[in-house]
């Protein structure tokens, strides 16, 4: 037991010297060709720990600029997945634009733009169809349902007040009792309410912000001092 322990302390520690090392070869840098495999290497990583370093991975595609010969499509792949994971955040539009058009021409790149497109324009449902056809690229990365779920509780925070349960199933992909775990799970953690309603069945009440209650976003106007105001008004009159 405590050699296991011991082991896992020392993995811990290999990977955080690891992680220190590469952020410090960006800093120093960037464009030196011999730090590409680290970074290769180091997009792995993120995977296996699910861990993300939009700085290193933008750092690595444009050093593929420059050694394109050298591009591992894999590698590529995973980046831009770890971008979607990322959303709201634009990570995947600054990875897009780093990786030749010749590239995004192939299949898979072409699937993850149109799952990026679905994100953008909150198309949950179409989105998580072609998903399901393309879980041979995706399920290389641990965690991407996942996040792509507090994705859209985020979008859906941002436009409803009440938001229906089959709307929320329909957007987080996810049905039947695994659904009343996720609803209690934000009940008990992040201050939804539930309400019956006999002609909607059940909604979710969402906390309140300034974007589902925009009477709750300040006014240009309370932001304007007196003393503008009363230098405004004589121009006027």
Same mark, same amino acid.
């Given at each position: 037991?405590?050699?296991?322990?011991?082991?896992?302390?020392?993995? !811990?520690?290999?990977? =955080?010297?690891?992680?220190?090392?590469?952020?410090?070869?960006?800093?120093?840098? %960037? $464009?030196?060709?011999?730090?590409?495999?680290?970074?290769?290497? $180091?997009?792995?990583? /993120?995977?296996?720990?699910?861990? $993300?370093?939009?700085?290193?991975?933008?750092?690595?595609?444009?050093?593929?600029?420059?050694?394109p010969e050298r591009?591992?499509? @894999?590698?590529?792949?995973r980046i831009l997945?770890?971008?979607?994971?990322?959303?709201?955040?634009?990570?995947?539009?600054?990875?897009?634009?780093?990786? %030749?058009?010749?590239? /995004?021409?192939?299949? /898979?790149?072409?699937?993850?733009?149109?799952? =990026? +497109?679905?994100?953008?324009?909150?198309?949950?449902?179409?989105?998580?169809?072609? *998903?399901?056809? &393309? #879980?041979?690229?995706?399920?290389?990365? %641990?965690?991407?349902?996942?996040?792509?779920?507090?994705?859209?509780v985020h979008v859906?925070?941002?436009?409803? @007040?009440?938001?229906?349960?089959?709307?929320? *199933?329909? &957007?987080?992909?996810?049905?039947?009792?695994?659904?009343?775990?996720?609803?209690? +799970? +934000?009940?008990?953690?992040?201050?939804?309410?539930?309400?019956?309603? !006999?002609?909607?069945?059940?909604?979710?009440?969402?906390? =309140?912000?300034?974007?589902? +209650?925009?009477?709750?976003?300040?006014?240009?106007?309370?932001?304007?001092?007196?003393?503008?105001?009363? #230098?405004?008004?004589?121009?006027?009159?």
């Amino acid at each position: 037991m405590g050699r296991e322990m011991s082991n896992s302390t020392t993995n !811990q520690k290999q990977q =955080s010297a690891m992680s220190y090392t590469v952020e410090q070869l960006v800093a120093v840098n %960037p $464009y030196n060709p011999d730090i590409l495999p680290d970074l290769e290497n $180091y997009v792995n990583e /993120q995977v296996s720990s699910e861990t $993300y370093s939009l700085n290193a991975n933008l750092c690595l595609l444009r050093l593929y600029q420059f050694e394109p010969e050298r591009m591992s499509t @894999q590698i590529v792949a995973r980046i831009l997945i770890k971008a979607l994971m990322a959303m709201p955040a634009p990570d995947f539009s600054l990875c897009l634009f780093l990786i %030749p058009e010749r590239v /995004q021409m192939e299949e /898979q790149f072409k699937t993850l733009i149109v799952l =990026s +497109h679905y994100l953008e324009t909150a198309r949950f449902r179409q989105f998580w169809d072609e *998903a399901a056809k &393309s #879980r041979h690229i995706l399920e290389v990365v %641990p965690g991407f349902e996942q996040a792509i779920q507090a994705y859209a509780v985020h979008v859906l925070s941002l436009t409803y @007040q009440k938001v229906p349960r089959s709307i929320l *199933a329909e &957007s987080i992909n996810i049905e039947g009792l695994s659904l009343d775990k996720f609803i209690e +799970h +934000h009940v008990a953690n992040s201050g939804w309410a539930i309400e019956k309603n !006999q002609n909607k069945g059940q909604l979710i009440i969402l906390p =309140s912000n300034e974007f589902n +209650h925009p009477e709750l976003k300040k006014s240009t106007a309370d932001g304007i001092p007196l003393e503008h105001i009363t #230098r405004i008004l004589p121009i006027l009159g």
